[in-house]
């Protein structure tokens, strides 16, 4: 057991642990110091005491099950991408459109990379291309040969990112990971805001940079229905109890769902996730 | 010996931190202070309400989750009030599709601005006096240059905050609101220059706590925040239990 290995694991993410622990550097330094003189059977009782009042009442365990179905997402994300620009050279065309997809998934694979390493061995099984189906069963049977049906998708994924992450805020609670957590989340937001102007600017039009109302007031803006799922709730206009729509003048309905993105429980995202998992490899 | 030398450069090297903190403490008060002067000189005919007189200013207390919405409140009223302005009177080379997505933003910032309001109840701050002197609104540049600002600094704001949130129903509001500024965000950035609506590079050299090699977008403590949107306003805020 290293603990200075194990702090500076968590330090990836939480760039705070020190400061959280005891904010006098000096003191610390003691604290590693002292650590030499402590009995080893003595050392996990200290770790443990010092990661409670570091990250208050969440349990570690609860972390790491929410970093895992992050990295999961994250996985799929990352393939997604890849392979588009690896495997499909002339899907994406080239310039603006191509530099915007290469852009999001280096983001993706830095998320990986991120949670990866926040996890140490505690990391998830490895989610491999192979283990994928993005044409979720034939759903979308081109999407590595038609561009518009391939963004279709990419916004799928990143609309859905977005409300995951913060469906599992709650969970992460007063613990410095969920500051890394909304890093991830806000990321993920510009890129779907991307996505949808470029869906715009190739025959959705009127799709707007945030998720808006759908036609005859159902939740899905997209017009493409087999992402229904993704948009379930996103007509809501009543936030904390409080209805926005006519919160002040001008505020239609329309323009209070697009105030608030809604978020996903665990359970829907994954339902969302398998349709793109291989039999055997669904979360 | 050594050991003894080694303790010493730590004890130097958290004392110059704590002086920095300090300083950074003392310059935002002077600012505030200087805020408040600037407008004494035409205070006389403001409305005096809770908390916003710019006189006395108005108080964050970071001691409860109304600190922290209260926080949000007035970062909200800030973006209101400079979409109000644009939308109202937008530079004249905005296209109809953009004069439009303007209006939408305003109408979302003022549905966030509203929603704190309501739900603070009798604990919400008065209205803040806002100072756009640096931006020139019939200018293009200069109207999406502060709009990318303020989307960046709020995105910043509430990644930032988050963490000191108590409750879960709030924690998720805020979690609702901050996405869609990250997409006000990446709409502005395009538009400025197509392509940077995630520019992580940019957000970190903007010293909003962004970092590309890890895919993060910024995060940014309150007192950093207040700091940078001090230009924009008047009214004193004094920062308490941060």
Redo the contacts between chains.
């Keep these: 057991m290293n603990i200075v290995n194990i702090l500076e694991e968590i330090e990836k993410v939480d760039g705070e642990i020190y400061e959280r622990i005891n904010p006098r550097r000096a003191a610390m330094k003691d604290f590693f110091n002292m650590g030499k003189k402590i009995s080893l059977a003595a050392l996990p009782l200290a770790m443990g005491s010092m990661f409670q009042k570091a990250y208050g009442q969440t349990t570690p365990a609860a972390v790491t099950d929410v970093l895992n179905f992050a990295l999961a997402l994250e996985y799929l994300e990352y393939h997604f991408y890849n392979h588009a620009l690896v495997a499909a050279p002339n899907l994406v065309p080239a310039g603006a459109p191509r530099t915007a997809i290469t852009t999001i998934r280096d983001h993706e694979l830095a998320h990986v990379n991120l949670l990866k390493g926040a996890l140490a061995g505690n990391a998830r099984a490895e989610i491999t291309y192979a283990m994928t189906d993005f044409t979720a069963g034939g759903t979308f049977p081109l999407v590595y040969d038609d561009y518009v049906t391939f963004l279709k998708v990419a916004l799928g994924f990143e609309d859905t990112g977005v409300r995951a992450y913060k469906g599992q805020a709650p969970a992460l609670k007063g613990n410095a990971v969920l500051t890394t957590a909304l890093q991830i989340h806000s990321v993920e937001a510009r890129h779907a805001s991307h996505i949808r102007q470029m869906l715009a600017a190739n025959g959705a039009t009127g799709l707007k940079p945030w998720i808006s109302l759908g036609p005859g007031g159902i939740s899905n803006d997209t017009g493409v229905s087999a992402v229904d799922a993704v948009y379930a709730r996103e007509n809501t206009d009543v936030q904390a109890g409080i209805t926005i729509t006519g919160i002040a003048t001008g505020v239609t309905k329309a323009a209070a769902v697009e105030s608030f993105d809604e978020f996903l429980s665990k359970a829907e995202v994954v339902t969302i996730a398998n349709l793109f998992l291989r039999t055997g490899f669904k979360l | 010996m050594k050991n003894l030398e080694q303790?010493k450069l730590?004890?130097v090297?958290?004392e110059s931190s704590i002086l920095t903190a300090s300083l950074q403490r003392r310059s935002f008060l002077k600012y505030a202070g200087a805020g408040a002067a600037g407008i004494a000189l035409i205070a006389a005919g403001c409305k005096k309400d809770r908390g916003g007189n710019p006189m006395t200013g108005t108080t964050l207390d970071f001691k409860d989750d109304f600190g922290v919405l209260n926080y949000a409140y007035a970062l909200e009223q800030l973006e209101a009030a400079f979409y109000i302005q644009v939308a109202s009177n937008p530079p004249s080379t905005f296209s109809a599709a953009e004069k439009l997505?303007f209006q939408?933003i305003q109408?979302?910032?003022?549905?966030?601005?509203?929603?704190f309001k309501?739900?603070l109840g009798p604990a919400a701050i008065g209205s803040l006096e806002v100072d756009f002197s640096s931006i020139n609104f019939t200018d293009r540049t200069s109207v999406l240059g502060a709009a990318k600002a303020f989307e960046d600094l709020g995105?910043a704001a509430?990644?930032?905050a988050?963490?000191r949130?108590?409750t879960?129903?709030?924690?998720?509001?805020a979690?609702?609101?901050?996405?869609?500024?990250?997409?006000?965000?990446?709409?502005v950035r395009?538009l400025i220059s197509?392509?940077s609506?995630?520019d992580?590079n940019d957000l970190a050299a903007s010293g909003l706590g962004?970092?590309?090699?890890?895919?993060?977008?910024?995060?940014l403590t309150p007192d950093k925040v207040l700091g940078i949107a001090g230009k924009y306003i008047k009214t004193k805020i004094n920062v308490i239990n941060l």
Excluded: C, P, T
């Design positions: 303790e730590d004890m090297l958290e997505y939408d109408f979302h910032e003022i549905a966030h601005r509203e929603f309501k739900a995105v509430y990644n930032g988050g963490v949130i108590k879960d129903a709030y924690l998720v509001i979690g609702q609101i901050v996405s869609v500024e990250a997409r006000h965000a990446a709409y395009d197509n392509g609506f995630a992580l962004a970092d590309n090699a890890k895919g993060l977008d910024g995060a």
